[in-house]
T-cell receptor, first 113, second 108 residues
Framework: GAGVSQSPSNKVTEKGKDVELRCDPI?????LYWYRQRLGQGLEFLIY????????KSGLPSDRFSAERTGESVSTLTIQRTQQEDSAVYLC???????????FGPGTRLLVL | DAKTTQPPSMDCAEGRAANLPCNHS???????VYWYRQIHSQGPQYIIH???NNETNEMASLIITEDRKSSTLILPHATLRDTAVYYC?????????FGQGTELSVKP
């Protein structure tokens, strides 16, 4: 079946612009996660959507970052007024709530000039 | 919050067993240990997880010490395609907290 998909696969933007990154989770997965991975570093948790519960936003680095999820489907991560330090790969993962295995998408490579 | 520590890098000869250690001395009684790997330019891939018993699947084996303060991931016959960064992770309040991982290089 289809895995987690993300779009765009690559995004180049100018400092100060807003960007939207999209994640399509595996159908039926009730949990969705966003991570950031800077070059040569490990994954940094950003936000976690668990079913109908309030999302865990504890990993968002600033108020320029926000994310939404429509029901149990698509999620959008928005970065406002991008900065050069926002350049990274943004990874999305989904799972069933209670299932310990997260399935990752291929990521969106964001470059802020 | 439980944290994990791993060596930053390891080498392994092709065909040999790769044993990747992880310390998680502050893990609590109901926290699972997970292993993921990330091949260059790809998203992480789930390998295996366990609570206290040793686990085995088609990819690897997981050995957890009796006190649960450390574990070892074993790739029984490493191949060149197993070259990747391996992450040992615990789940904290529903979230997987990734560290820096171990960069495993399998050499011919």
């Amino acid at each position: 079946g289809a895995g987690v998909s993300q779009s765009p696969s690559n995004k180049v933007t100018e400092k100060g612009k807003d960007v939207e990154l999209r994640c399509d989770p595996i159908s039926g997965h009730t949990a969705l996660y966003w991570y950031r991975q800077r070059l040569g570093q490990g994954l940094e948790f950003l936000i976690y959507f668990q079913g109908n519960s309030a999302p865990d936003k504890s990993g968002l680095p600033s108020d320029r970052f926000s994310a939404e999820r429509t029901g149990e489907s698509v999620s959008t991560l928005t970065i406002q007024r991008t900065q050069q330090e926002d350049s990274a790969v943004y990874l999305c993962a989904s799972s069933f709530v209670g299932d310990e295995t997260q399935y990752f998408g291929p990521g969106t490579r964001l470059l802020v000039l | 919050d439980a944290k994990t520590t791993q060596p930053p890098s390891m080498d392994c000869a092709e065909g040999r067993a790769a044993n990747l250690p992880c310390n998680h001395s502050t893990i609590s009684g109901n926290e699972y240990v997970y292993w993921y790997r990330q091949i260059h330019s790809q998203g992480p891939q789930y390998i295996i997880h366990g609570l206290k018993n040793n686990e085995t699947n088609e990819m690897a084996s997981l050995i957890i010490t009796e006190d649960r303060k450390s574990s070892t991931l074993i790739l029984p016959h490493a191949t060149l395609r197993d070259t990747a960064v391996y992450y040992c992770i615990v789940r904290v309040r529903g979230k997987l907290i990734f560290g820096q991982g171990t960069e495993l290089s399998v050499k011919p």
